[in-house]
């Protein structure tokens, strides 16, 4: 019985201590969500090989990455909010990455 009621604290206890890391978690990811978001917005201007139109398109995704980030904040963060600034975020990246390659911006191009 004595075992028993020493070992209850112990165990509430080390409960509360994970417990702190996972809410922990959450605010580092959305710190690093907003930072990402900052990131995409540097690497649109510095990124060659983007046409006006091309690189207009992609700041107003940023912007608008930038503006769910602020709405969601505003009330703290859902695990689904944070999943679909992740997905917007990769969507984002990945249009950089492919408009930037596709070449119609690099003059003596091949219209093949």
């Excluded at 996972?22 to 090989?49: C, F, P, Y």
């Excluded at 859902?78 to 969507?91: C, D, P």
């Amino acid at each position: 019985m004595k075992k028993i009621l020493f070992a209850a604290p112990l165990v509430l206890a080390a409960g509360a201590v994970l417990a702190t890391p996972a809410s922990a978690a959450t605010w580092n990811n959305a710190g690093q969500l907003r930072a990402e978001i900052a990131q995409l917005d540097k690497q649109v201007d510095r990124t060659r090989g983007l046409s006006k139109s091309e690189k207009r398109a992609l700041e107003q995704r940023v912007d608008r990455l930038q503006a769910h980030y602020r709405s969601y904040a505003r009330n703290g963060f859902t695990r689904r909010e944070i999943s679909r600034l992740n997905t917007e975020i990769n969507q984002v990246r990945t249009a950089i990455a492919r408009q930037s390659h596709d070449r119609n911006n690099h003059p003596g191009r091949n219209h093949r």
